[in-house]
T-cell receptor, first 114, second 115 residues
Framework: EPEVTQTPSHQVTQMGQEVILRCVPISNHLYFYWYRQILGQKVEFLVS????????KSEIFDDQFSVESPDGSNFTLKIRSTKLEDSAMYFCASSAGHGNYGYTFGSGTRLTVV | GNSVTQMEGPVTLSEEAFLTINCTYT??????LFWYVQYPGEGLQLLLK?????DKGSNKGFEATYRKETTSFHLEKGSVQVSDSAVYFCALSDAGGTSYGKLTFGQGTILTVHP
């Protein structure tokens, strides 16, 4: 069964450093997403990406964050100047369409900012 | 805006007990509804979904019926197993809205099943 692959599985970084979280969506999927889950809290939407541009973003997704998919087969989330409160599990997801389609999630990257 | 409310956890059951996890939603459009499961140390897996009113989603013995009149999508299983211990998330996607398919999640319900 096709999978969404995320790397690394765990990243520890110092406050103020930049991190890049990587995702390989399912090959025929067109919509890409990033979500995050702070420990013990609900899963929160960060951003959706379609046709090589951001289609929607949440209030959380401020100038500190950026996404890109230069070749359409990889999808990255960059967090500049990380803060302690960025510590969370970050999930990538992809979908063939939106709305009624299922979303396939990766296993997540646990980001720890120290 | 859209929101999803799940029953407070954690839920602790004995094996073979009946499970209900309540989920209600608020949406501006005509949402699709989902249940996701997260096993310890793993990502989110789609458990079941329903895309319109009165649809019933089912998988692995779990069921949920899309009730538009009560804006609910309660998860049920007749006989739980130890292997069902996980966190369960109810979610919606506003198919008819301008949202590009983002999911709005409930807060999650921890289920622990004892032998």
């Amino acid at each position: 069964e096709p999978e969404v692959t995320q790397t690394p599985s765990h990243q520890v970084t110092q406050m103020g450093q930049e991190v890049i979280l990587r995702c390989v969506p399912i090959s025929n999927h067109l919509y890409f997403y990033w979500y995050r889950q702070i420990l013990g809290q609900k899963v929160e939407f960060l951003v959706s990406f379609y046709n090589n541009e951001i289609s929607e973003k949440s209030e959380i997704f401020d100038d500190q964050f950026s996404v890109e998919s230069p070749d359409g087969s990889n999808f990255t989330l960059k967090i500049r100047s990380t803060k302690l409160e960025d510590s969370a599990m970050y999930f990538c997801a992809s979908s063939a369409g939106h709305g009624n389609y299922g979303y396939t999630f990766g296993s997540g990257t646990r980001l720890t900012v120290v | 805006g859209n929101s999803v409310t799940q029953m407070e956890g954690p839920v602790t059951l004995s094996e073979e007990a009946f499970l209900t996890i309540n989920c209600t939603y608020t949406a501006t459009g005509y949402p699709s509804l989902f249940w996701y499961v997260q096993y310890p140390g793993e990502g989110l897996q789609l458990l079941l979904k329903a895309t319109k009113a009165d649809d019933k989603g089912s998988n692995k013995g779990f069921e949920a019926t899309y009730r538009k009149e009560t804006t609910s999508f309660h998860l049920e299983k007749g006989s739980v197993q130890v292997s069902d211990s996980a966190v369960y998330f109810c979610a919606l996607s506003d198919a008819g809205g301008t949202s590009y398919g983002k999911l709005t999640f409930g807060q999650g319900t921890i289920l622990t099943v004892h032998p």
